[in-house]
Each structure stands twice: as C-alpha cells, then as structure tokens.
C-alpha cells in the first residue's frame, strides 16, 4: 500500500481540508442557510402561511404524489433492467447500458418538449387519447410521465455494478438445489441488492421531488393544479413574493437534509453488508 496520501506534510493536509471544508460552507451551506432567514425574514406566521397556503398545500400534494408513483415504478424497472444486462447475455446489451444514461445526457426542458411533441392535444395521439376523455399534457399523467423519464436511470444505475460485483453463483447454486426463478429473486437475488435498491429509491425520489424543467414544460403551470413544489416557488418569486417563495423553498431543503440522512444511513447499511459478504 502506498503511504503517499498518508505522508504528505501537515501544511498540505490542512490546507485540503480548508479548502474542501470552506467549498461546503461558501457553496452549500450558506446558501441554504440564507433560504431559510429569507423565508423566516417576515416572522413565523408569514412563514407558516406560505406554507399552508391552498397552492403550496396543492402543489405539495402534487409532488408527493407524483413521487410515490414514480419511485416504486422506477424501482420495478431498475430491478427488471439490472437483473437483465448481469444475468444474461444477449445482443445489444451494450446498447442497452449506453440508452439508461439518456435523460442524463439530454436536457430535461428537452424530454418535456418530446412528451409536447408526442402526447400533446393537437398530436395524432393526443388527438386519439382525447376521443376517450384521457388527457396527457397539462395534467397530472404527464407530469408523472416526464418525471419518470428524468428519474429512471438511478436505481438501475446503482444495482447494476452493484449485481455485477456479486457475480452469478448464488443463483445457480439455487437453481441447482431446484429453485425457481421468483423463489431466487425473492430468496437469494433481493436480500443480497435489498440496500443498494433502497440507496437508488432515495437518489431517485430526491430527483423526483426536485424536477424542475421536464415538469415545467408539460405542467402548464396551472396554479392549484398541475404546479408541483418548484413551479409553485417559480411563480412566487415571478410574482415578487420574494419571502413566501423563499419559504416554500424551505421546505424543498427540509426534504433534501432527510433525505441526506436516509442516504448517509444507507450508505453505512450498504458498507457493512458489502464488508460482510466481501463483495
């Protein structure tokens, strides 16, 4: 083992550490500091109003909603499609693996407008879908259809190095012994991804919550409806509801911190299983 890292004078060693230390402070934490005094800057009742306002309660439940359905969704698929590319070999799978990096690579204003292309009123299929009374854009379906696709990579991300690292063997030693194929999904394959899959649901509902440009684009921004919880702070602070929109903020930064801690909290379940299995 190298002791390079560990032999560096202490002059370097502290100033890395300021420096990296400092980046929080400037970058992260003082902006979320300041989101925070700016919403409290008009006293706690203004700040509670802001909140519990119809629209910020509209589009609070909007984007709970939408995340409750988008995050078992992209669980069943990440699953579906890590079990795949490291359980078999086919054709193509390098093609596959290249397409799950998509809406990374894409900007998210511009999956919004392929959906407006696609499933808008005034497209054939929009068109089709509007004879059975079945909106898309402008509602709901397509809030949740926009941010499944900007959300979809992260837990197959997450379980396909992780699945590729613990190999096939368990499997066929199962198969072997006469076991089926859901009896090893649910016996052998799920308890060894259980946290990794837990780690990607949380990466993905953190995004889920915090979309911003693919929803804007199919939302229409209709108030009390089709705003989710970063609309609904675009809106107050395009309006010069500069105190109301930094406390609805607020709340997004609520949601970020617990979900820091679910993930920190995962990350040492996901280090202390691969410890003990050694993978």
């Known amino acids: 083992m190298s002791t390079k890292a560990t032999g560096d004078p202490l002059w370097v060693r502290v100033t890395l550490i300021a ?19 700016e919403g409290l800057k008009k006293g706690v009742e203004v700040f509670w109003a802001a909140w519990t306002e119809p629209a910020a309660l509209s589009a609070l439940g ?48 511009i999956a919004g407008l392929v959906f407006v292309l696609l499933l808008g ?58 076991a089926r194929g859901w009896q090893i999904f649910w016996r052998v394959t799920l308890p060894n991804i259980k946290w990794g899959l837990l780690y990607g649901m949380v990466l993905c509902n953190a995004r889920a919550i915090g979309e911003f440009g693919a929803v804007s684009v199919v939302s229409g921004h209709i108030r009390g409806q089709t705003n989710t919880v970063p609309l609904h702070i675009e809106i107050l602070y395009s309006e010069y509801s500069i105190t109301a929109s930094f406390a609805v903020a607020s709340l997004l930064v609520l949601l970020a911190l617990i979900t820091i801690a679910l993930k920190a909290w995962l990350e040492s379940r996901f280090d202390k299983q691969e410890k003990e299995t050694g993978v």
């Open 19 to 37: 420096i990296t230390v400092g980046f929080f402070l400037l970058f992260l934490f003082l902006p979320l500091a300041l989101v925070l005094v």
């Open 62 to 109: 909007l984007t709970l909603m939408t995340t409750a359905i988008v995050v078992p969704l992209n669980a069943a698929f990440g699953v579906a499609a890590a079990w795949a590319i490291t359980k078999f070999t086919f054709r193509g799978k390098a093609f596959l693996i290249s397409l799950l990096d998509l809406p990374f690579a894409i900007s998210p204003v």
């Open 121 to 178: 009123s005034r497209t054939p299929f929009g068109e089709w879908l509007g004879t059975f009374g079945i909106k898309i854009i402008f509602s709901t379906p397509g809030i949740v259809l926009a941010t499944l696709f900007v959300t979809f990579p992260f837990v197959a991300r997450e379980l396909i190095p992780l699945m590729q690292a613990q190999g096939r063997e368990e499997e066929e030693a199962a198969l072997t012994l006469g």
